[in-house]
């Protein structure tokens, strides 16, 4: 059985000003997202961990230095771990690019168009996204078939990340909430995976124990 820990970076400045981030840009933890960093040190200071992998970017990578070196590992970078991109409406603020996505996918879809189609100008859709992100996971997981392997990324990739591995449709991949500094702990058994939390945040200030 492989125990997978999935992580969404600690709170950045770009997540408090409702920034778009996403593929490419990055800006520094908040004070608040400095402690979530210690405090997931602390959730995870009993699981006996294999490795630990992240995307390059660098709330992504610090994050996930963080936690390695508490378990004398190195994180391993994976670019294809990255945020989804949705292109020219990258540069808005995260809510007005997303609406901007979502209103023109429906519109695509009415005319007829395949969803896998259907593409933000200069962007990826869920399947592009699923389809680079999956191929990084179903990596580590044929390396790791025993054990407890991290992997610490992005909102909307961890969304899917999870709803690949429980068999979701792509469309409902983004409806899986992901707090910054979240736990979500899958174990994955002959090609089935459980789901044991998601979106848990118990191990912050105020924060809540999600089941499945």
């Not at 996403?22 to 402690?35: L, M």
């Not at 995307?55 to 391993?76: C, F, M, Q, V, W």
């Not at 991109?85 to 808005?92: A, E, S």
């Not at 610490?152 to 792509?170: F, R």
């Amino acid at each position: 059985m492989t125990k997978i820990i999935v992580i969404r970076h600690c709170e950045t400045i770009g997540n408090v000003k409702g920034e778009m981030q996403g593929y490419h840009e990055d800006t520094e933890f908040t004070e608040k997202g400095t402690h979530q960093m210690q405090n997931l040190i602390q959730r995870l200071k009993k699981e006996k961990i294999s490795a630990v992998f992240c995307s390059d970017l660098g709330r992504a990578y610090k994050t996930a230095e963080t936690i390695a070196a508490d378990h004398n590992l190195i994180p391993i970078k994976i670019k294809e771990l990255r945020e989804g991109d949705i292109g020219d409406w990258r540069v808005l603020p995260v809510k007005e690019g997303i609406d901007k996505w979502m209103i023109y996918y429906e519109e695509e879809k009415k005319k007829g168009i395949k969803r896998e189609d259907i593409r933000p100008p200069n962007g990826e859709n869920s399947f592009d996204h699923q389809k680079r992100v999956m191929g990084a996971v179903n990596d580590i997981l044929s390396q790791y078939k025993q054990g407890t392997v991290v992997i610490v990324g992005h909102g909307g990739t961890n969304k899917v990340i999870i709803g690949s591995l429980v068999k979701k449709d792509p469309d409902e991949f983004y409806t899986i909430g992901q707090s910054n500094a979240c736990v979500n702990i899958l174990e994955i058994n002959g090609g089935i995976s459980e789901i044991i939390c998601i979106d848990d945040t118990s191990h912050l200030e105020n924060g809540a124990n999600k089941l499945s």
